[in-house]
T-cell receptor, first 112, second 114 residues
Framework: DQQVKQNSPSLSVQEGRISILNCDYT??????FLWYKKYPAEGPTFLIS?????DKNEDGRFTVFLNKSAKHLSLHIVPSQPGDSAVYFC???????????FGQGTRLTINP | NAGVTQTPKFQVLKTGQSMTLQCAQD?????MYWYRQDPGMGLRLIYY???????DKGEVPNGYNVSRLNKREFSLRLESAAPSQTSVYFC?????????????FGPGTRLTVL
């Protein structure tokens, strides 16, 4: 029972263009969502988050959009840079809960 | 401030051998976690410790045991390793004051069971 799903295992984008990574969830109790970035041979690092009271959160080149009715969130990276090549995980949580539920990850490759 | 540290970085075991993966955090976090990452499966929670003195099962606890030694340290033990436990293991910690729960990860331990 995969509560958080990233249906695209990989994505390839040209440098300078927009990268859009998608994530769907099934549990309507989730009210906090996070994106993590992972380079090879390193642990995941926190990138950006959004709570369910918002539908958008921006941090520099990174914007996360949340569509609660569709149970869908997306991460936009503009403009994409070679250093953005990594695996991106979305995760979801319920306020006060100790656990995060992660998606399967999407490998993003930025081509020069 | 080292954050979350894990030892060892790499380990090769034979089936049936035991080992303990060590994790420590210096951020005074309350909660600690053990995950495994397998291709196409994302990060799956093995065990977690919401606070010192407590541990709970996650999604995939079978074949593992944990010990929350003190606030800083959380170890994961494989009593009798199996090839299905070949994976990359990540430890994480979070402050967890009852609000939202950002977790900080260690660099991982790559384990191969032959």
């Amino acid at each position: 029972d995969q509560q958080v799903k990233q249906n695209s295992p990989s994505l390839s984008v040209q440098e300078g263009r927009i990268s859009i990574l998608n994530c769907d969830y099934t549990n309507s109790m989730f009210d906090y969502f996070l994106w993590y970035k992972k380079y090879p041979a390193e642990g995941p690092t926190f990138l950006i988050s959004i709570s369910s009271i918002k539908d958008k959160n921006e941090d520099g080149r990174f914007t996360v959009f949340l569509n609660k009715s569709a149970k869908h969130l997306s991460l936009h990276i503009v403009p994409s840079q070679p250093g953005d090549s990594a695996v991106y995980f979305c995760a979801a949580s319920v306020q006060g809960a100790q656990k995060l539920v992660f998606g399967q990850g999407t490998r993003l490759t930025i081509n020069p | 401030n080292a954050g979350v540290t894990q030892t060892p970085k790499f380990q090769v075991l034979k089936t049936g051998q035991s080992m303990t993966l060590q994790c420590a955090q210096d951020m005074n976090h309350n909660s600690m976690y053990w995950y495994r990452q397998d291709p196409g499966m994302g990060l799956r929670l093995i065990y977690y410790s919401a606070s010192e003195g407590t541990t709970d099962k996650g999604e995939v606890p079978n074949g593992y045991n944990v010990s929350r030694l003190n606030k800083r340290e959380f170890s994961l033990r494989l009593e009798s390793a199996a090839p299905s436990q070949t994976s990359v293991y990540f430890c994480a910690s979070s402050l967890n004051l009852g609000g939202y729960n950002e977790q900080f990860f260690g660099p991982g331990t790559r384990l191969t069971v032959l």
